[in-house]
């Protein structure tokens, strides 16, 4: 009978177990999941929010867009009154110091600044000159010049100020360290050469390649032809011929017109340039005729208001031949185009003979032109011997005229770059200045965009809407698929018509409405008489300015998920209104657009709740007096005692005041008085933002008890709302310029509003290890999808813990030979997977599951459950694809595939999905053969139906900076922007603290027990990775269950911090099945499992928040012992059934 008995029971532990096993439940663990969130206070605080009641407003979209246009504009201009200021101080100046300032290409006396993101000294400016300039007679500007550079500080969106001389000289204020200092010529750059034309220009170098042309003369020229291209600005086009008896240009489109100076185009020139030698001899007829072509290549519309220059370059030896005549070649080109060519010739070296230089010099003034055909414009020409002593460079870079360039009124602006100190969006802004009746340079300031524009990168009236600016062009400044102007490893764009950006049908008339009107407008220019005399004359131009309307239209709206990258977008169609309106300022052509939906509402709470003494605690431990105890939490300094508030520009009234901008004491104090209620005076703060302080303070008392003694397994606690408040427990100081509404975590969780959101793991850069998050959206009115987000509520726990948690509510997880348990979200990537918990390295970035998981993906993806989703990454010229899960029709509930052997259920309520895998003896397949962390934007697309996250090429027209297809693509969001965050050092102030969690890990004796607490850590290998006696140490010891210092064993059973006596070590008693008593020992073991699983079967035991059991059978404790924060003193003999080979599994 026992025999029988003993076979039956180890039947059931072969079939019936793992059969009943498989059926896995997302139910269960999506209950778990439910309780982390109600542990730190989802379900508590979002009824808070459903007790308010709201007032509802419909914005007024007419009034919104005039008041920011009007915003902006007065930014503008306080930049045009601080440019005239600068400029009235430098002319009436006359620069007329011989002392001698600061050389910017020397350390000096320099001081940290948040303005400006370096060291500067704003006592006073520095200088450049380059090397090829001479310092005689060099005159500077005296202190009232520095004065009114000093005043203009007071317009918070300046930077640095500066001025360029035509002689090549560079002022710089305040004064810093530069680079380049012997090359630098602002001559050569964009914001200069923009100052002196008033309508764009096309340009043509042609460089002779002659075998002659070898060595220093080539180098040289190549040099010279290059800094040519980089003084134009976007509104200008070039062309590049090189030649000798042969004329060659770029292939392509590049042969057969000028194309705009972009990145793309500069690039393609400057790898042409630098690729050719010189051999064979010269042909000045062909070249000219290929130069001419290149001109003539764009319609006649677009050349008819633009400069045509040619610039030739050559040693002189023209190879033509008998019949051949240059000048002639340019007479019938030129008149064919009505003599609007203007031409530069440059004679380099010692070789030109005096018919050679004739030629030159006829060529400049095209002898055989007849004006009858068109005014002929006289070139200059230039004969350079000795390139050591002379500058070719400097000759060529300055080819347009400087005795006729208008002294403009109004400020003219460059396209956005970035800084190079703040890395962040700037524009120029200049004015140019006369001296002794003539121009003679440029004064000069950056502007950073995040703080022109911070109404609309701060823009909240509801949920859906947005904000975009343009010029009178078309090329958009500020869009929200466009990189945020703050990002400081966004690359620069060129790719900004705003058509790549609204696609929606009859948006072009919108667009149309917003371009350039004419109005008429004068100039002053200085026309030379004589050798020293000038004659003041008027030239008559026309500035540009939108219009102002308002439309209704259906639009697409793009909603980011979390990570550009990796998330990608969401898109819906949304009924919107369109307003616009002219943003009016001198020198501006730009015009604003708001989009909001229509019947979109604005709430506002109605109840208002008085000032509560501590609800407001700032962040910033340095400014205001934290209440004890302090800690240490991790590599956090901490207080236990209260909650920590950090407040974003979004909580301000005025934003643009609040970025980058040094917080005080006296500040700090300004925001807690008033808050408090002690003054009157309101610093600034929006009123919703203080209710939002108001709303949250409740979650101090919860996070600091209930939840502390529920969860103690929580790393962080933190909610964050709409209105930029912050506030985290416990309480620690956040970098300066943290805001949650630029995280991927917080796109992630309000893009999936009604749900839990799981992230994938990532290592915690405050030192608690690998860990997870999970946040929740608070919405106005509860849970409806239609109810729009107020705050999003979240917390971190440790990976192991999850991994623990998971096992105890399924069984089979535990059976790491046989079986893997992973976790996806739906996005694909992995949220739980073998690899994270047997690695020690450092987790660099999330992990798809198509890297580590080929068999699965290939079966998701034929079923169509996992797809590629598509969108035009604009900027990058690439088609970008990213996945999504989702199941469908009669999969709603999950699937079983039994040839691939896994299932798959989905995890209710939450953005994650359950797969449990039968291991297999080669389970290394893989779609994807990239490392784990390379980034999508660098990984082509093959042919293979499952592959990594990847790109393909789209066809581009680099000539004309467009795509050669726009229909059919959605374009992709921009990524969330990196700021410049610095944290301030901790470590003298968390030396010989105690730490914020229970110090007891030492007493826990299991795995179980040790991942309780979120400050533990189960030991499992020593430093050089050999396995160890399992045992619980602080996280900082063993941050990947892996000890970092190189004595790693088991502390003493019961330390000074164990509330109990010490007990004696038992977790580590194994029973053995001997030959004469194995079978007693099986039928128990037998016996305890079926009961398990019976119990499983009976009901789920919903009272489980603790951590989770091995694949090791407990003698259960008493309910006592069940306590995060006390000792567990009650161990009782453990029966263990891990072998050594799921020991060495684990390790693996």
């Given at each position: ?43 508590f ?68 600044n ?7 000294s ?55 360290r ?17 100052s ?5 220009r ?8 002659f ?20 003084t ?11 030649f ?28 042409f340039?630098?690729s ?48 051949g ?21 440059y ?11 004739q ?5 400049a ?55 190079f ?11 140019p200045f ?14 950073l ?29 500020v ?5 945020d ?22 948006v072009?008339e919108?667009i ?5 009107k ?49 998330d ?16 009016v300022a ?8 708001i ?35 302090f ?7 901490a ?28 500040r ?5 008085d ?22 949250t ?104 813990f999850?991994?623990q ?40 970035g ?14 998701l993806?034929?079923?169509g ?18 996945y ?17 052997e896994?299932e ?26 990239s ?5 999508p ?16 090429e ?28 610095v ?40 430093k050089?990775g ?31 911090e ?7 070590d ?8 001997s030959?004469?008593?194995g ?7 037998i ?62």
């Open positions: 009978m026992k025999v029988r008995y003993l076979l039956a029971c180890l039947f059931v532990v072969k079939h019936v177990i793992p059969q009943n096993a498989q059926e896995i439940n997302g139910d269960i663990l999506a209950r778990e999941l439910n309780k982390v969130a109600d542990s730190v206070g989802w379900s605080l979002q009824n808070e929010y459903n007790k308010l009641r709201y007032q509802e407003t419909k914005p007024d979209g007419e009034k919104l867009v005039k008041e920011i246009a009007e915003k902006i504009a007065g930014r503008m201009k306080e930049v045009d009154n601080a440019l005239t200021k600068l400029k009235e101080a430098v002319e009436g100046d006359q620069l007329s110091s011989a002392n001698v300032p600061q050389d910017c290409c020397v350390d000096g006396e320099y001081q940290e948040v303005r400006f993101r370096t060291h500067v704003e006592e006073t400016f520095c200088y450049i000159r380059p090397s090829y300039v001479s310092g005689d007679d060099i005159k500077f500007p005296t202190t009232k010049v520095l004065d009114a550079m000093k005043a203009n500080l007071n317009v918070k969106h300046l930077q640095f100020q500066y001025i360029g001389l035509k002689t090549g000289l560079f002022i710089n204020y305040p004064s810093t530069l680079r380049d200092c012997d090359s630098y010529d602002p001559r050569f750059r964009p914001y200069f050469v923009s002196t034309a008033t309508i764009p096309d340009v043509v170098v042609v460089l002779e390649i075998a002659s042309m070898r060595g220093d003369k080539l180098f040289e020229a190549k040099h010279a032809a290059l800094t040519v291209m980089e134009l600005g976007v509104k200008d086009r070039f062309g590049l011929v090189v000798n008896d042969e004329a060659s240009t770029l292939g392509g489109c590049y042969g057969n017109q000028v194309v705009p100076v972009t990145s793309t185009t500069k690039k393609s020139f400057r790898d340039l630098n050719q030698q010189a051999q064979k001899g010269a042909d000045y007829d062909v070249a000219l005729r290929k130069a001419f072509a290149l001109l003539k290549g764009n319609s006649s519309v677009e050349a008819k208001d633009r400069d045509q220059i040619l610039l030739f370059v050559s040693d002189g030896r023209d190879n033509s031949g008998t019949e005549n240059p000048l002639e070649v340019i007479r019938d080109e030129n008149e064919a185009i009505n003599n609007n060519v203007v031409i530069n010739t004679g380099i070296g010692t070789g030109i003979n005096s018919n050679e230089k030629l030159l010099r006829n060529m003034e095209q002898t055989l032109n007849n004006n009858s055909y068109g005014h002929v414009k006289r070139g200059q020409y230039e004969f350079i011997t000795d390139l050591k002593t002379s500058s070719l460079r400097k000759v060529m870079g300055t080819y347009y005229k400087y005795d006729s360039v208008p002294i403009s009124p109004s400020p003219t602006y460059t396209q956005p770059y970035k800084d100190f703040t890395n962040e969006s700037v524009i120029t802004g200049c004015l006369a001296l002794n009746g003539g121009f003679h340079g440029v004064v000069c300031a950056d502007i965009i995040s703080k022109l524009v911070a109404e609309i990168l701060y823009l909240k009236h509801g949920e859906f809407i947005y904000a975009f600016i343009i010029d009178g062009e078309g090329r958009t400044l869009h929200p698929l466009l990189p102007p703050r990002d400081v490893i966004a690359q620069e764009q060129d790719i900004n018509n705003i058509n790549n950006f609204e696609t929606s049908g009859d072009s919108v149309d409405s917003m371009k350039k004419p109005m008429q407008s004068s100039l002053i220019s200085y026309e030379p008489l004589g050798a020293c005399d000038f004659v003041k004359s008027k030239l008559r131009i026309y500035l540009y300015r939108g219009s102002k309307g308002q439309k209704p239209l259906d639009t697409d709206i793009l909603e980011t998920r979390g990570q550009k990258y990796l990608g977008d969401s898109k819906r169609t949304m009924k919107a209104v369109f307003y616009w309106a002219p943003i001198s020198g501006s052509n730009f015009s604003l657009c989009v909001m939906e229509k019947d979109n509402t604005v709430s506002d709470i109605e109840n208002f709740n008085h000032p509560i003494s501590g609800d407001f605690v700032y962040h910033r431990w340095d400014l205001n007096r934290w209440p004890a105890p800690c240490r939490h991790f590599s956090r300094y207080t236990q005692a209260k909650t920590t508030v950090k407040l974003t520009p979004d909580a301000f009234k005025e934003a643009s005041l609040y970025t980058g901008v040094k917080e005080t004491g006296v700090v104090k300004q925001l807690k008033y808050i408090s209620g002690d003054i009157t005076t309101n610093p600034g703060l929006k009123t919703s933002a203080i209710k939002s302080i108001r709303l303070y409740p979650m101090e008392k919860l996070w600091m008890t209930t939840s502390k003694e529920e969860a103690p397994y929580l790393v962080w606690r933190y909610v964050m709302t709409e209105d930029g408040v912050q506030r985290q427990y416990p309480g620690v100081r956040l970098t300066d310029d943290y805001d949650h509404k630029l995280r991927p975590w917080y796109h992630r969780t309000i893009a999936q509003k009604t749900i839990n959101v799981v992230s994938a793991p990532y290592e915690d850069s405050w030192g608690s290890g690998k860990i997870i998050s999970l946040t929740r959206s608070i919405l106005k009115g509860g849970t409806n999808t239609g109810g729009k987000v107020e705050a999003v509520i979240g917390t971190d726990f440790s990976i192991y999850f991994n948690m998971l096992e105890d509510i399924y069984p089979i997880c535990a059976d790491r030979t046989r079986y893997s348990c992973i976790l996806i979200d739906n996005s694909g990537f992995l949220v739980m997977h073998p690899y994270y918990i047997e690695t020690t390295s450092p987790i660099e999330q992990i798809h599951i198509t890297y580590l998981e080929g068999r699965i993906s290939r079966s993806i034929d079923k459950i996992m797809y590629k989703q598509p969108c035009r990454d604009t900027g990058n010229k690439k088609e970008q694809f990213t999504r899960v989702k199941l469908k029709g009669s999969d709603l509930g999950g699937i079983i595939d039994s040839k691939d896994y798959l259920r989905p995890v209710s309520s939450s953005n994650v999905f359950l797969i449990l895998k039968k291991r297999r003896s080669n389970d290394e397949d893989k779609c994807c053969d490392e784990n962390y390379v980034s934007s660098s990984i082509p697309c093959g042919t293979e139906k499952c592959s990594c996250l990847c790109y393909k789209l066809s581009f027209n680099e000539c004309r900076n467009e795509y050669n297809i726009t229909k059919g693509f959605v374009p992709c969001s921009s990524q969330l922007p990196t700021l410049r965050s944290s301030t050092p901790e470590e003298d102030k968390t030396r010989n603290l105690p730490t914020c969690f229970p110090t007891d890990c030492a007493c826990r004796k299991t795995e179980r027990d040790c991942f309780r607490t979120s400050g533990c850590s189960w030991c499992k290998s020593d050089n050999n396995l160890v006696n399992g045992f619980c140490d602080l996280k900082e010891i063993c941050p990947s269950q892996q000890c970092l210092k190189d004595v790693c064993i088991r502390k003493r059973c019961g330390p000074p164990c509330k109990n006596p010490p007990c004696d038992v977790s580590n008693v194994v029973i053995y099945a030959a004469s008593g079978a007693v020992v099986v039928v128990i073991l016996i305890i499992v079926v009961c398990i699983i019976r119990k499983k079967k009976d009901g789920h035991d919903d009272t489980y928040l603790d951590a989770t059991h091995e694949v090791t059978i407990f003698s259960k404790p008493t309910s006592d012992c069940i306590d995060y924060n006390t000792v567990p003193n009650c161990y009782t003999s453990t029966l263990s059934v891990t072998s050594e080979e799921s020991v060495n599994s684990n390790a693996s």
